[in-house]
């Protein structure tokens, strides 16, 4: 699997579990290892997302990937 | 800024002799509408005895999964310069050393932007700076970083390490404390920053069993400096301390081992009996000093009780020689972290997982060889079990 094709895999991956399960990095790239991609190359997939905004770590008890949304408790800045 | 509040139970909280921090922020609220309304809030969540804020969330800056802490309020119209109050957290310098210039330059930043007040430090290590709102957080990463300052670690990642001041003012620190805390955030900034464990790791560097750090009741990783040849005695100054103190009763007799012992001429001590509590070397420092042979002990699963309950750290390697670049150290940290990354489950600390698989699994994922000071407690059963592979 190449990179790029990678980068695409988990993205769709979270989207595919985008308000039904929080994934975490280590979801992510346990079903990547799946796949045939080494943990190093899901980590470069992973951070080229967030590099790029496509994906956001966000915290919850623990920290998830997402794709980026706006929180429902965030409160319109005064 | 929303209309004065009267706060009389916050009022009560700065009578009496202590530093009060209802009186900082009082004083921060002259100039800042976020510090200002904190008080109001505050003051609501003591008379209604719930909290009004809302906690996490995907608040931070571009790339990093940790150094920001989301933080809304559900009373946004009453309190609106609380309405936002994110926490940012500052990697500070090893050993806790500003300059007055650099104090001045963060707080000026933070002036600016936020509402002033801090924790200095906060128990995860960082300069802990409270109370801002999301459009201010790029702005505040964009100059943090021209000044050569970088966010700190939270979330499910390697939190900030943090250190003693080790040789920089300690004659008793036996490792180089600033300089492995220094070398262990650039050697793992992908760590701190892009959060994948399963929950949090700590690193906390004292240079002797003084612990400054506290880090065998904080840290999942202790790394506390010791020696393993024998303690240099200076008996003439022996001499000295005999005619101030009693040495057999405040010395000998306290001894947790009891290797000493003193005739009223000289003190001996057999080493090998010694476990480096480092009593009689506090109580007598010009007379004793750690040996000449220094280095590490590596200790594992410290941790408050959040999801169970609390941890004390226990021993993994007895002594480690620690010379840069620490490459044994790094390598056996990646060891553990790979064997966590595998087995946890969320939220589960490293500690924790050696209680839930057993040591034996630790030890064969890391290599590191079974030794008797690993034994923090007499067994609980008789059995010996083998694994399939050891039974011939």
Redesign the interface.
């Known amino acids: 699997m190449d990179a790029q094709e990678l980068t695409k895999k988990v993205y769709e991956l979270v989207e595919k579990n985008q308000g039904k399960k929080k994934m975490k990095a280590g979801d992510i790239t346990k079903a990547m290892e799946a796949e045939g991609a080494s943990r190093d190359e899901v980590k470069a997939a992973i951070r080229e997302l967030v590099d790029g905004g496509k994906l956001v770590y966000s915290y919850f008890g623990g920290s998830f990937i997402e794709i980026p949304h706006t929180e429902g408790s965030a409160n319109p800045q005064s | 800024m929303s209309k004065d509040v009267k706060t009389p139970m916050l009022d009560d909280l700065e009578k009496g002799a202590w530093p009060s921090f209802v009186k900082e922020i009082k004083t921060a609220a002259k100039k800042s509408n976020t510090a200002h309304d904190l008080l109001g809030i505050l003051e609501r969540s003591y008379r209604d005895k719930v909290t009004h804020w809302?906690h996490?969330?995907?608040?931070?800056v571009?790339?990093?999964?940790?150094g920001v802490?989301?933080r809304?309020?559900d009373l946004?119209e009453e309190f609106?310069?609380v309405?936002?109050f994110h926490t940012v957290r500052i990697n500070p310098p090893s050993g806790f050393y500003y300059t007055s210039k650099a104090m001045k330059e963060l707080c000026d930043i933070w002036d600016k932007y936020g509402s002033g007040l801090t924790n200095l430090h906060g128990s995860t290590g960082d300069m802990v700076w409270l109370g801002t709102?999301?459009?201010k957080l790029e702005p505040i990463f964009a100059e943090i970083t021209a000044k050569g300052w970088d966010l700190g670690g939270?979330?499910?990642?390697l939190r900030t390490p943090s250190s003693c001041v080790g040789k920089s003012r300690c004659e008793f620190s036996n490792i180089d404390t600033m300089d492995i805390c220094h070398t262990l955030t650039h050697k793992f900034q992908?760590e701190l920053h892009?959060?994948?464990?399963?929950?949090k790791f700590k690193i906390k560097v004292s240079g002797c069993a003084n612990d400054c750090t506290a880090a065998v009741a904080r840290a999942d990783m202790s790394i506390i400096g010791t020696w393993r040849d024998n303690i240099r005695i200076d008996q003439a100054e022996v001499k000295n301390y005999a005619s101030k103190m009693n040495i057999a009763e405040e010395i000998v007799g306290m001894c947790p081992t009891k290797c000493m012992s003193f005739d009223g001429g000289a003190l001996k001590i057999n080493d090998k009996d010694c476990n480096r509590c480092m009593h009689c070397i506090n109580q007598m420092p010009k007379a004793l000093r750690p040996g000449k042979e220094q280095g590490a002990t590596i200790m594992l699963g410290g941790k408050a009780p959040i999801v169970t309950g609390a941890l004390m750290s226990w021993v993994i390697v007895p002594f480690m020689k620690l010379e840069a670049p620490y490459d044994n150290l790094e390598d056996l940290i990646r060891k553990l972290w790979e064997w966590w990354?595998e087995h946890?489950k969320?939220?589960e600390r490293i500690g924790e997982l050696v209680d839930r698989m057993g040591m034996r699994s630790m030890l064969e994922s890391t290599g590191l060889p079974p030794v008797p000071q690993m034994v923090k407690q007499p067994r609980t059963n008789p059995y010996v079990f083998w694994a399939p592979g050891e039974v011939q």
């Open positions: 809302k996490g969330g995907i608040v931070g571009l790339g990093y999964g940790g802490i989301g809304y309020c946004p609106p310069g309405a936002h709102q999301t459009d939270s979330g499910s990642c992908d892009r959060p994948a464990f399963p929950y990354d946890g969320n939220r």
